[in-house]
């Protein structure tokens, strides 16, 4: 397996950590243990299984780990939806392209290293 840093899913969805901090900043203060704090997990979640799944000694826990990740990315997906509908940011068009592109990555390294152990 390639280190968690060389992949475009870890990459970006360090970024997309990244974004999430700094579009959450602004949402209103009685939300910082709601749904900004819900928001700033999942989107930490993402990265952090990948890198973790990674580190693991086989592909298999890689795929699983992969799978959280995944799992992570469809709720701060959700979360920022929810956020969109409550006029939170008008940013957040960026973020939800952003977290398509990591969810096609992961799902294509999922599918890759589960084509492996056929």
């Known amino acids: 397996m390639k280190d968690h840093k060389e992949l475009d899913a870890w990459k970006i969805s360090m970024d997309l950590v990244v974004d999430v901090y700094a579009i959450s900043k602004d949402f209103p203060k009685d939300e910082l243990y709601g749904l900004t704090s819900q928001l700033r997990r999942a989107a930490v979640s993402i990265p952090s299984n990948i890198s973790e799944g990674a580190a693991r000694n086989s592909e298999k826990e890689f795929i699983q780990f992969l799978h959280v990740a995944l799992g992570s990315a469809a709720e701060a997906e959700t979360q920022l939806i929810i ?17 398509v592109t990591v969810k096609k990555l992961i799902s294509g390294l999922i599918k890759h290293y589960k084509s492996k152990q056929l």
């Open 83 to 99: 956020a969109q509908r409550l006029d939170f940011s008008g940013e957040i068009n960026q973020l939800l392209a952003k977290i």
